[in-house]
């Protein structure tokens, strides 16, 4: 079976500090994709990334980076120079690739990113 | 494009009643998936749909049910509904085997 662990529950930092949300996931499948999304207070969950497993290239985009390991099943996220419009619930996802499809998610249980002024 | 749309946005059930929620995707996208997500169990995978067939489905009791038109519109149906069906149900589309996108979901109170 599938599993998305993201054993930090709440994340609290100051405006500027760089924070690295962590995600550990388990799976049997050779082929699977991993994703993050980013769900502000409205609810509405915002895609980030999407990374296969055949890509361990590491991900800048703009102030937010990612790191994939599969070495240690990790695909971490780092926001740098936080700011308050950062703060959210942010979970990582892995895709059951078995239908060919990413279409059923495994969530972890989420990340609450407070980023105070 | 505009995004996936989901009506009504809330809606409050008394137990034992049945409940219809709507989910337009983005135009183009032909997979609709459903998610619930609750506080204690987190975001769950109900179903999903492409070209109007179920293709992959969670853990969920039969009473959990949906349909997709040819326009890709989607609805699911919860029946008989109990006091822990309560929670918010995500949308999201894609298309073909690409990212989800979801759409704001729909806040489901059972009293």
């Known amino acids: 079976a599938q599993k998305v662990t993201q054993a930090q529950t709440e994340i609290s930092v100051v405006e500027k500090e760089d924070v690295t949300l962590d995600c550990v996931y388990e799976t049997r499948d050779t082929t699977y994709y991993l994703f993050w999304y980013k769900q502000p207070p409205s609810g509405e969950l915002v895609f980030l990334i999407r990374r296969n497993s055949f890509d361990e290239q590491n991900e800048i985009s703009g102030r937010y980076s990612w790191n994939f390991q599969k070495s240690t099943s990790s695909f971490n996220f780092t926001i740098t120079a936080s700011q308050v419009v950062d703060s959210a619930v942010y979970f990582c996802a892995l895709s059951d690739s078995s239908t060919g499809a990413n279409s059923k998610l495994t969530f972890g249980k989420g990340i609450t990113l407070s980023v105070r002024p | ?111």
């Open chain 2, 1 to 111: 494009k505009a995004g996936v749309t989901q009506t009504p946005r809330y809606l409050i059930k008394t137990r034992g009643q049945q409940v219809t929620l709507s989910c337009s995707p983005i135009s183009g996208h032909r997979s609709v998936s459903w998610y619930q997500q609750t506080p204690g169990q987190g975001l769950q995978f109900l179903f999903e749909y492409f070209s109007e067939t179920q293709r992959n489905k969670g853990n969920f009791p039969g009473r959990f049910s949906g349909r997709q038109f040819s326009n890709s519109r989607s609805e699911m149906n919860v029946s008989t509904l109990e006091l822990g069906d309560s929670a918010l149900y995500l949308c999201a589309s894609s298309e073909f085997s690409y990212e989800q996108y979801f759409g704001p979901g729909t806040r489901l109170t059972v009293t």
